[in-house]
């Protein structure tokens, strides 16, 4: 991964999704981070048939690593939090997510993605271009409408996580003339992340019918020493308003992380939480994740 990648997830850690899926901008096989730490050779097996739970959102939840080139044509050499819960809980997990997903083509395939469906400047798609954890019916089916589907044909989820907005923010960092640093600009991200998060989890709950947990998942900070990493937290408040307003729980991934960061001088990296080069989480820092998620559930 090339270094300008770090960078823009520090400076867009404001937005709060920055710490993370950024680095599916590129196409995968010019990505470079890292892999030493991360979790692969094969998801676990989680889930012992008593129930289901839908994973939702981008690169994080997928398990994305950007160096593993060679691996993206077998979705099983990533692990996310997502199948650690699932084992955890002994549910069976359908992880929907898609690297490079932001809240609009979530909503829409045909919108601006960050690597999933497209990238500003070509047609690429991972999703089009390498599997996902799950096969989706059509590729012009969006992750929203696969979800509804879901829960409307599957009366067996106890479940549903959605992480999702890291990509919205590295695109403002694009296409801005402030990339993303002018207070007019950083509203705009989140008034969008805030009202594409609302419209997504009332169609899970109008749409699908669906009334059980949901939990939205925040972003985590790189570095929790620097104005950036306290940004971060504001706007995972404010996603957690949106929450609460859809009768969703949430699981704050920058708490999460924000104990062994401290530790290392706020930086994320260096307490072993995120991939060396990379905005992604190691082993360890998708167990926190897991573990902040089933913490919720358990409570």
């Known amino acids: 991964m090339r270094s300008r990648f770090r960078w823009i997830a520090v400076t867009l ?9 950024s680095c599916s901008s590129d196409e995968p096989a010019q990505a470079g981070a890292s892999s030493s730490a991360s ?43 997502p199948e650690l819960v699932g084992e955890e809980l ?5 992880n929907a997510s898609c690297p490079g997903e932001t809240t609009a083509s979530f909503l829409d395939a045909t919108a601006q993605s960050n690597g999933c469906e497209n990238l500003l400047t070509s047609d690429f798609g991972y999703r089009t271009t390498y599997p996902l954890h799950v096969p989706y019916d059509s590729a012009d089916q969006s992750q929203l409408d696969f979800a509804v589907n879901a829960l409307t044909e599957d009366d067996d989820v106890e479940l549903v996580t959605v992480q999702i907005g890291a990509n919205d923010a590295f695109l403002c960092q694009q296409t801005t003339p402030s990339r993303c640093t002018d207070p007019a600009d950083l509203q705009a991200l989140r008034t969008t992340l805030q009202s594409n998060l609302d419209r997504i989890l009332k169609a899970l709950r ?37 929450a609460a307003a859809n009768d969703a729980d949430v699981a704050d991934g920058y708490a999460a992380f924000q104990e062994g960061a401290t530790a290392a001088g706020g930086d994320s990296t260096a307490a072993g939480l995120v991939l060396p080069n990379d905005v992604h989480p190691t082993a360890e820092g998708q167990q926190l994740l897991a573990d902040a998620v089933t913490a919720v559930v358990e409570n």
């Open 13 to 21: 850690a404001a937005a709060s999704a920055v710490v993370t899926t």
């Open 39 to 81: 979790a692969a050779g094969g998801a676990p097996q989680s889930g012992s048939g008593s129930g289901s739970y839908l994973a939702l959102g981008d690169s994080v939840p997928f398990g994305f690593r950007g160096d593993a080139a060679t691996e993206f044509p077998d979705a099983d050499n990533f692990v996310g939090y």
């Open 90 to 94: 002994g549910l069976d997990v359908v």
């Open 206 to 242: 109008e749409d699908a019918g669906y009334d059980g947990q949901i939990v939205v998942v925040t972003y985590y900070a790189l570095n929790y020493s620097d104005a950036f990493g306290a940004a971060t937290q504001v706007l995972g408040g404010g996603l957690a308003q949106v």
